[in-house]
Nanobody
């Protein structure tokens, strides 16, 4: 599976962006697509994920209420709608796929090690 992210840009605080993660295919069964981000000098961190079979979505606390993940199965695309952006959201955003769906859980949260096939990333810069 190949993933391609797009939709990043330079915006002011309070603005919105919608990121897209286009997949060459979605695997069968219970997969998950996750969004992660990496700011300069920091480790990559989870942002959100969505389970392909149920549509269940998870978010880290810092983006809850501001970001929304969604999936368009016919287009093999997952979106991340980001509202009320803050300067601390500045990072390169990546999407990855978890072919078993185990890394996107209401109990365990988002587990990065379960995701792979990372795209090239898309830069999001939020100015204050």
């Amino acid at each position: 599976v190949q993933l391609v992210e797009s939709g990043g840009g330079l915006v002011q605080a309070g603005a919105s962006l919608r990121l897209s993660c286009a997949a060459s295919e979605f695997t069968g069964g219970d997969y998950a697509i996750g969004w992660f981000r990496q700011a300069p000098g920091k480790e990559r961190e989870a942002v959100s994920c969505i389970r392909g079979s149920s549509g269940w979505a998870g978010y880290v606390d810092s983006v809850k209420g501001r970001f929304t993940i969604s999936e368009d199965k016919p287009k093999n695309t997952v979106y991340l709608q980001m509202n009320s952006l803050k300067p601390e959201d500045t990072a390169v955003y990546y999407c990855g796929i978890d072919v078993y769906g185990l890394g996107c859980s209401a109990i365990a949260g988002i587990t990065e090690i379960a995701f792979n096939s990372w795209g090239q990333g898309t830069q999001v810069t939020v100015s204050s």
